[in-house]
């Protein structure tokens, strides 16, 4: 079972930066890609940004500039600096991770609350 758990949320003005961490544990193979994406209040839940496990990597145009997604194969962890914030951004962030075993298997964290105030 694999579980992954977020940290690093809160609350931010407007301009100012936050990091997002997320460890995966459990029984872990087969890794495709690791991310994060978000759900605002009343809005689907949105790519932010994804690792793939030879370290392509790909973000939403809203984020391009301001967030970079990086991550620790060897310890499992995805980590998301975002500058610049903006009350636009405020949403729950979600960690993903994509297994690949002749079909995707996708598996999400609780999410961590990102606020950002103007």
């Known amino acids: 079972q694999v579980q992954l758990v977020e940290s690093g949320g809160g609350l931010v003005q407007a301009g100012g930066s936050l990091r997002l961490s997320c460890a995966a544990s459990?029984?872990?193979?087969?890794?495709?890609?690791m991310g994060w994406y978000r759900q605002a209040p009343g809005r689907q839940r949105e790519l932010v940004a994804t690792?793939?496990?030879?370290?392509?990597?790909n973000y939403a145009d809203s984020v391009k500039g301001r967030f970079t997604i990086s991550r620790d194969n060897a310890k499992n962890t995805v980590v998301l600096q975002m500058n610049s914030l903006k009350p636009d951004d405020t949403a729950v962030y979600y960690c993903?991770?994509?297994?690949?075993?002749?079909?995707?298997?996708?598996?999400w964290g609780k999410g961590t609350s990102v606020t950002v105030s103007s």
């Open positions: 993903n991770l994509n297994r690949r075993i002749g079909i995707d298997i996708n598996y």
């Open positions: 459990g029984v872990i193979f087969s890794i495709n890609a």
């Open positions: 690792v793939s496990s030879d370290a392509t990597t």
